[in-house]
């Protein structure tokens, strides 16, 4: 497939800037946008007049991003879903892909740079419906009282880490969320903090006793050993003294993991175990989107769905007329 000039599209340029600045979507996410629409102007560019010129040979010239984008049709849209389900993409991905040219075109549309339209009427495939992974409430139990029992030693990250997967099954934060706490959204007298998410929506979220010890533990006796003269005012910290990142706090979620002897998981399904243990213990979904700072409560009802199948796998167990 040809390659795009996209960094020389004026439109992709705006579009970017709207994405960042108004409609305030993370950086990956407005990467994710860009090589959607990438994709789509390659594929534009393989497959000139869309449905019914699939077959065409690639054209030798250099692309013109935003020619490609504006003479875009219906067809052409319907065709590059057609190709990528063809070549066995993901639902998720199609419709991640619908999804980016969807809001693409809506927005070019209302700033009256491509009129008509050409996505109004594009449907896209259904995401499939993956339930998350979620762990049971005795694999937390033995990970985090692996994690405590490791930090006995004194060891500054064994002492991080601990603080680390406690919060994350406490509070349900993403691991980026996490990595981005300072000490001073941190109210630990009130076993509060305070969280910026997605687009830098901030929420304030609570945490319980054994966080609170885990994260008084840390502060104490682990922060104090790693600071250095490129430290900031984050809470967590690498061995050199800086702001621990994203990496560093999977890999100590996947060593615990492997330490407690419990099937090694994602960070982020402490996320999801933080989110179904709450709905199973009797809290209200609205109550778990603010936790989870879910934007939408579509996205935290289908924590409902993994409480379910849980429920009816404990009732086959267990119910003698299952």
């Not at 013109?64 to 003479?71: I, K």
């Not at 040219?101 to 050409?118: G, Q, S």
Request: glycine content about 8%.
């Amino acid at each position: 497939m040809a390659t795009t000039d996209a960094a020389a599209s004026e439109l992709l340029g705006a579009f970017e800037r709207f994405l960042r600045h108004e409609r305030g979507l993370s950086g990956n996410t407005v990467r994710a946008y860009r090589g959607d629409l990438t994709h789509l102007v390659a594929h534009l560019a393989t497959h000139r007049g869309g449905a019914d010129a699939a077959v065409d040979a690639p054209i030798d010239a250099a692309i013109d991003t935003d020619a490609s984008l504006r003479t875009c049709t219906l067809g052409a849209l319907r065709n590059w879903l057609a190709a990528m389900d063809g070549d066995g993409l993901s639902r998720t991905t199609l419709a991640r892909r619908g999804a980016a040219a969807r809001a693409f075109y809506a927005w070019a549309a209302d700033t009256e740079r491509i009129l008509p339209n050409p996505a109004l009427r594009l449907a896209s495939a259904r995401p499939a419906s993956v339930l998350p992974t979620v762990l049971s409430h005795a694999d937390v139990v033995t990970l985090l009282d692996v994690a405590r029992t490791r930090a006995d030693d004194g060891d500054p990250l064994h002492l991080r880490d601990w603080a680390a997967v406690e919060m994350l099954y406490a509070t349900g934060m993403r691991v980026g969320e996490l990595a981005g706490v300072d000490l001073r959204d941190l109210d630990l007298d009130g076993r509060l903090v305070r969280v910026t998410g997605k687009g830098d929506k901030e929420r304030v979220v609570p945490f319980g006793i054994p966080a609170a010890h885990a994260l008084s533990a840390w502060i104490d006796r682990g922060r104090p050993q790693l600071l250095g003269p490129a430290t900031d005012g984050a809470l967590f910290l690498g061995r050199r003294g800086q702001r621990a990142d994203q990496r560093q706090v999977r890999a100590a979620v996947h060593e615990l993991c492997g330490l407690a002897g419990v099937d090694e998981v994602a960070p982020h399904a402490l996320r999801h175990t933080a989110a179904t243990h709450l709905l199973t213990g009797g809290s209200d979904l609205r109550s778990v989107q603010e936790v989870l700072g879910h934007a939408s409560l579509a996205t935290t009802q289908r924590y409902t769905h993994v409480s379910a199948e849980r429920l009816r796998a404990a009732y086959h167990l267990a119910h003698p007329r299952a």
